[in-house]
């Protein structure tokens, strides 16, 4: 057992049982054993710092609490301090005392050394207070954040003309960077400031007078500094070049892929060029490898839902549908249920269009609509694969529906996603794309619908009671309010002042109870299933996000953004 986790068992942080779930979650996702327990939610960043400060008999920093002189951040270049996530914090005597996330880097620390000329002391803080700490402080001295790089270029007299060199037959990163080297670390920035910033995707778009580069963040796009509108043509090209796309292509949709390494973190971006009326618009998504290594227990499904939703993918065939609206994190539910039953004893074939993270152990199939490879056609294929387990990335039509029941009803496990509002429309949903209806009532053994929510930062959280109105309004009874605790962020550098730091999943699970059957065969309602998937238990999506507004988890202007309260759900 590491010493640090001997300290905060004694300081009763965790249990024993806690640490041997940690450390079975760690073997299996291939995570070091601090990011697991701080996944699964038992400690926080900071009690684990302070458990490896007292293990190695260090300081342990508040980054929030002091303020770094420039002249000590000067001592220090970024590209280092990034490079290796330390950041500089005092001068004593002839040594330089450093903060750094990880005491046992003894790479790092002779680099220093070599490039300083002098001693070096080390304390210790969060990894991700350190790389919020290095976009502050850096950001203000140096120029080098993408915000004050932008404001660089917006007075800089380089002139990039819409035909500029990028333009004229570059085909090599060595010209690009010889030619337009600031377009080049500009691209770059943007990049790295949205990892940093833990964006999903990275939107740049085109209008008459600028360009806006915004970033979603937990959901929410922010908006940051635009650079100057001649810069579009260049900025574009470079990271065509980087998608390996063509460049002098304008006036056609293009999709591509982006490789790219930001400190310890190796990263996919899917990019997408849409011609728009003042140009070409460009959106990057970041996939992040480690989004995919969550399990089940992760998703944040409630214990009953939880029991219920491990249940049902251990069975030998049916269909599991997942339902929502892009970006609610279909894919993750998804390859979080693979990720259970991916065992050498079990085959898994997915057909997913595009195949945005790669899962090791299973056959994954790629769409390719130019040449016909579709998912029926695909689907058609895997079946003389003989697969145990099969992933449609979603039901688009009938054809792809009927073949995914068909493969159900011979003996697979099939998973697939659909966009619905909530479960029970999934039903109708499938009869409407003109599946039969007793195909529909004898394959599907459950939907589950969902949505994210941010959740309230936990530097910043605050209790509060909200007013009766209030609760009224949200359908939480008097007796449920006493019990219940209710945060609010007040806005913190951890939460880039939003009061907000992170996601988590709301939920509805709808099995196929033999009533619903009944029903589905006999082309019912939405409404009439959804009654009687309430009456027969259902919790909603609402009343999932208002148990954890009442856990303090979330809050209910974040489940009203989401998820409706509707007369059935009330009933």
């Known amino acids: 057992m590491a010493k640090f986790t001997e300290i905060l068992i004694r300081q009763g942080t965790i249990s024993p049982d806690q640490l041997e779930e940690a450390e079975s979650m760690a073997r299996g996702s291939g995570t070091n054993l601090s990011d697991a327990l ?3 939610g038992y400690v926080t960043g900071d009690e684990v710092m302070q458990a490896i400060a007292a293990e190695h008999q260090l300081d342990f920093i508040n980054l929030e609490e002091i303020t770094i002189p420039p002249g000590v951040i000067e001592l220090v270049p970024e590209s280092v301090a990034r490079e290796n996530v330390i950041l500089p914090m005092a001068e004593e005597d002839d040594a330089l005392r450093v903060i750094v996330s990880d005491p046992l880097d003894l790479d790092a620390f002779d680099k220093l050394r070599f490039i300083l000329n002098r ?4 304390a210790v803080a969060p990894r991700e207070n350190i790389l919020q700490a290095i976009n502050n402080y850096y950001g203000a001295i140096e120029g080098e954040s993408a915000d004050s790089m932008l404001q660089d270029f917006t007075d800089t007299a380089i002139d990039f003309t819409e035909t500029d060199p990028l333009q004229e037959g570059a085909g090599e990163d060595e010209k690009i960077d010889e030619t337009s080297a600031p377009i080049v670390r500009l691209a770059h920035l943007i990049i790295n400031e949205a990892v940093q910033l833990r964006a999903s995707d990275i939107h740049i778009e085109p209008f008459e007078d600028r360009i806006r580069i915004r970033y979603r963040i937990d959901g929410v796009l922010v908006e940051r500094d635009s650079p100057p509108r001649r810069l579009l043509s260049a900025l574009l090209s470079r990271l065509k070049i980087m998608a390996h796309m063509d460049i002098a292509e304008r006036r056609r949709t293009q999709d591509g892929r982006i490789k790219v390494t930001v400190g310890d973190k190796e990263l996919d971006m899917r990019v997408s060029m849409l011609p728009t009326n003042h140009g070409q618009s460009c959106v990057m998504r970041l996939l992040d490898k480690d989004n995919i290594k969550i399990g089940v227990r992760q998703l944040g499904l409630s214990e009953k839902a939880f029991q219920t939703f491990f249940n049902l993918i251990k069975r030998p065939n049916g269909i599991f549908l997942v339902t929502g609206p892009t970006g609610s994190g279909k894919t993750t539910t998804l390859y979080a249920a693979l990720n259970e039953l991916n065992s050498p004893g079990r085959k898994i074939i997915t057909a997913e269009d595009p195949v945005e993270y790669y899962l090791p152990g299973i056959n994954q199939v790629e769409v390719k609509h130019n040449i016909g490879l579709d998912f029926a056609r695909i689907i058609r294929a895997v079946l003389r694969q003989a697969p145990n387990i099969i992933l449609v990335g979603e039901m688009r039509d009938s054809e792809t529906a009927e073949m995914g029941i068909q493969a159900s009803l011979t003996g697979h496990l099939v998973f697939s996603t659909l966009h619905t509002n ?3 429309s999934a039903i109708t949903r499938l009869v409407d794309m003109g599946v039969a209806n007793y195909l529909v009532a004898s394959s599907i053994m459950a939907v589950l619908a969902q949505r994210l929510v941010r959740v309230v930062c936990t530097k910043c959280k605050t209790p509060f009671k909200p007013s009766s109105t209030v609760l009224e309004e949200a359908g939480i009874s008097p007796e449920r309010a006493k019990k219940a605790t209710f945060f609010k962020g007040k806005g913190c550098g951890n939460c880039q002042q939003s009061g907000y730091r992170g996601r988590i999943g709301i939920y509805e ?11 589905s065969f006999e ?11 309430i009456k027969e238990g259902l919790e909603t999506l609402y009343w999932d996000g208002i148990d954890k507004v009442c856990k303090g988890m979330t809050t209910l202007d974040e489940v009203y953004r989401v998820a409706k309260r509707d007369a059935e759900a009330v009933d």
Request: charged share 30%; no cysteine.
């Open 509 to 519: 699970l709808m099995q196929m109870t033999p009533k619903i059957r009944q029903l």
């Open 422 to 424: 909530d479960a029970p």
């Open 38 to 40: 701080i996944r699964l």
């Open 119 to 122: 001693k070096i002391e080390v």
């Open 523 to 533: 082309n019912a309602s939405t409404q009439d299933i959804r009654r009687m998937a």
